[in-house]
């Protein structure tokens, strides 16, 4: 992360009380939505809320960037599709013994 730069920032009452209940750290989930929305390369990912709620710890309290979490995002998406070539595998061995072309 390059140099970080200290700034006033104006929200609304309401907006600073959720983002407290929420245990978030300010700073870290503005600069975290500010790189999402320069990012020229996103990919937007539905997740459960127990999920969310994890990620944005992880992310406005740690100093952890998106950026930070791609190797293990690759990595998980290794084990995905090694888990789909598998099953894939296992169809087409059913089809065939049943008859199906090779």
Same mark, same amino acid.
Not at 45 to 51: H, K, L, W
Not at 69 to 90: C, D, F, V
């Given at each position: 992360?390059? $140099?970080?730069?200290?700034?006033?920032?104006?929200? !609304? $009452?309401? @907006?600073?009380? +959720?983002?407290?209940?929420? !245990?978030?750290?300010?700073?870290?989930?503005?600069?975290?939505?500010?790189?999402?929305?320069?990012?020229?390369?996103?990919?937007?990912?539905?997740?459960?809320?127990?999920?969310? @709620?994890?990620?944005? @710890?992880?992310?406005?309290?740690?100093?952890?960037?998106?950026?930070?979490?791609?190797?293990?995002?690759?990595? +998980?998406?290794?084990?995905?599709?090694?888990?789909?070539? @598998?099953?894939?595998?296992?169809?087409?061995?059913?089809?065939?013994?049943?008859? !199906?072309?090779?």
């Amino acid at each position: 992360m390059s $140099e970080i730069k200290r700034i006033s920032l104006m929200i !609304g $009452e309401e @907006q600073h009380e +959720a983002v407290m209940e929420r !245990g978030l750290n300010l700073s870290g989930l503005v600069r975290d939505l500010l790189n999402d929305y320069l990012s020229e390369n996103k990919i937007v990912i539905a997740v459960s809320d127990e999920t969310k @709620q994890v990620y944005d @710890q992880v992310v406005s309290n740690s100093g952890a960037s998106d950026e930070d979490l791609e190797p293990y995002l690759m990595e +998980a998406l290794k084990g995905l599709l090694e888990e789909r070539i @598998q099953s894939m595998e296992k169809l087409r061995k059913k089809l065939i013994k049943k008859g !199906g072309r090779r």
